[in-house]
């Protein structure tokens, strides 16, 4: 199995350096008419000596996928000129917006979703299904805190519903809604607190009107432990998960065609007084550098530190210099 793995892997890594080639292109040729500021202009970023006046530290939350996008805009930062440090690995949602409250950092990456349930108490049916409304309210709610987020990345780290490939054609699923009908003979695989939760479990028996032969708790980090070893039928997974770019061709994520889970596309979070000492190159900078970070690159970058073991720091690099940031 390690040997597929690995020629999968190679084979996605190839795709990663063209889709970001000819991706970020296509983005930044929609924007030639922009006005330059010194930092990144459209091209490879561009060193303002001007930014050198400013230092900035960077945070992320502490898992691996934060802290890859953590080392993007550090790196994509310090290329503009700014003197960046870095603090990863501060810990929960509630840690990092704590540490940037105190001023230890001047800004982190966080995901819409997890701002407006676990910061302003929204319940996960009362957040935005599309990825602006979200981003628009959570932007809002940080205002009145003197706090900002910067616009969002393309992708959305989100809850889903995963299965093998073959009991997907088996039953003839690719949506959510499709398992109507057939729910009730598959056993479902979820984290323990799934149950209650509106945009787990909860969600799927009140939203799409399914029942399943079984409801298993289980241990995050087994979610596709379970469906290799066919203990479950399906299980709860997250959009972005390595393997769904590592091991494309046996599993499969069911579209959530009436949008239960909420979106969790990244935004940068920083405090309002940072934007303004920092000027324009701040803000442009962190949102042009995430233009290539769709849901199969952030799968590779995930992959690449998660499986094969890479540093959050040598796959950000790898990422900005394949996708033209950087030389």
């Given at each position: 199995m390690r040997n597929t793995t690995q020629r999968a892997r190679a084979f996605v890594a190839v795709l990663l350096a063209l889709f970001l080639s000819l991706g970020v292109a296509a983005c930044r040729s929609s924007d030639d008419n922009s006005t330059e500021s010194g930092g990144a202009d459209g091209g490879a970023i561009v060193?303002?000596?001007?930014?050198?006046?400013?230092?900035?530290?960077?945070?992320?939350?502490?898992?691996?996928?934060?802290?890859?996008?953590?080392?993007?805009?550090?790196?994509?930062?310090?290329a503009t000129g700014y003197?960046?440090?870095t603090k990863l690995n501060l810990g929960s949602e509630t840690i990092a917006l704590q540490t940037l409250k105190q001023g230890e950092i001047s800004g982190y990456p966080e995901y819409t979703a997890t701002a407006l349930e676990s910061f302003f108490g929204l319940e996960p049916e009362k957040v935005p299904s599309d990825a602006t409304g979200?981003?628009?309210?959570?932007?809002?709610?940080?205002?009145?805190?003197?706090?900002?987020?910067?616009?969002?990345?393309?992708?959305?780290?989100?809850?889903?519903?995963?299965?093998?490939?073959?009991?997907?054609?088996?039953?003839?699923?690719?949506?959510?809604?499709?398992?109507?009908g057939v729910s009730e003979e598959l056993s479902l695989y979820g984290s323990p607190e799934c149950r209650q939760r509106i945009d787990c479990l909860a969600g799927l028996v009140k939203l799409y009107g399914l029942r399943f032969?079984?409801?298993?708790?289980?241990?995050?980090?087994?979610?596709?432990?379970?469906l290799e070893k066919e203990q479950a039928d399906l299980s709860i997974i997250f959009t972005s998960d390595p393997q769904l770019s590592a091991e494309k061709d046996k599993f499969v994520v069911l579209e959530d065609?009436?949008?239960?889970?909420?979106?969790?596309?990244?935004?940068?979070?920083?405090?309002?007084?940072?934007?303004e000492k920092a000027g324009p190159d701040y803000e442009k900078t962190i949102v042009e550098v995430q233009e290539g970070l769709t849901l199969p690159v952030i799968q590779e970058l995930n992959a690449r530190v998660e499986l094969e073991k890479q540093s959050p720091a040598k796959a950000a690099a790898a990422y900005l210099k394949e996708a033209g940031y950087t030389g």
């Open positions: 060193s303002n000596p001007k930014n050198g006046k400013v230092t900035l530290t960077v945070g992320s939350k502490n898992f691996p996928e934060a802290e890859i996008l953590g080392e993007i805009y550090a790196q994509a930062l310090k003197k960046v440090k979200a981003y628009e309210k959570a932007k809002a709610e940080l205002e009145k805190e003197d706090l900002t987020a910067f616009p969002p990345a393309p992708y959305s780290s989100a809850n889903a519903v995963g299965t093998l490939k073959k009991t997907a054609e088996e039953n003839n699923l690719k949506t959510i809604s499709d398992l109507s032969k079984s409801f298993t708790p289980v241990d995050i980090s087994l979610r596709y432990t379970v065609d009436k949008h239960v889970f909420p979106p969790g596309n990244p935004i940068f979070i920083t405090d309002q007084s940072v934007v």
